[in-house]
């Protein structure tokens, strides 16, 4: 089928069936172009906790997002789009460090960033994303926090929150991380006076070269909210979207190949399709205690985060 007859099958499946598709903005234009609802971890998270009559929700993006979906919403049948889109970084700690961290640590408050797998988040107090880690670690009671898994948002958050000891794990988005200060001044270079938005999951010495920090919502706002041409430092459907949205304005791509998250890119307009009749995907299952346990982290980020 055609990129267009496909997405007109798409919309009848969808009715069809009775599925709700969520999209990650990370995601290909054209998946974005058929899903019912897009936006970063949070947004996704926050719509997962109030799904319309909906019996199925289809889940665009990585593993630990479907996972969450599945978390909050345990009555509905929850499809990962593609069985093998996972995060690295979800899986970067082994839960049994976590708690032996915590038998050995017990006054420190465990923080995960929500791109952990639900075993994880199983051992953890509270979840933030980009988008709310310095408001919830601020409001968090206890003086000391251990923050996996990504040691970039970690020292971000540090910066704003002095007053609290943040312990850091060495983790990282291999997406993010891979960025380097020679992209960033060759990027300004080509595109004299425009500014640089950056998400927070980049190394310390790239962030710091930045106009703005700030998640992949906060960045979309931000370039709204200016009149300069920006240049895109975060996941390349950013700038895609930006530049679909505003094709007048000059958005530029900081280091294209490098900010392509191949886990994101995975899913296809087909495998969208095959997965709605039920033949592609992954149907999410998790043991009801694991999931209680996972849970709790997440309402404490709804609850912090706000
Ligand atoms: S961009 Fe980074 S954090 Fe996001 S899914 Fe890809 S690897 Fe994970």
Redesign the pocket.
Known sequence: MKTAELKEAILKAKEETGTLVLAHT?QAPDIIDIADITGDSFALAKAATNIPDKKRVLLC??RFMADTVKILSPEKEVVLSHKSAT????EQIAPERVRAFREENPDVCVCAYI?TSTELKAECDVCVTSSTAVKIVSALPSEKVLFIP?QNLGGYVSRFVPEKEIILWDGC????HSVSVKDVLEAKAKHPGAKIAVHP?CRKEVVALCDFIGSTSEIINYCKSVEDDVIIAT?RGVCDKLSRDYPERGFYQLAPNKLT????KMTTLQNVYDALLGNFGDVIEIDEELRLKAKRSIDNMLKYGG
Do not use: F, K, L, S
Request: hydrophobic share 20%; aromatic share 6%.
């Open positions: 990370y993006g990585v995060c690295p970084m979800a791109n990504d988005c291999p997406t993010h999951e996941e998250c191949p886990n994101m």
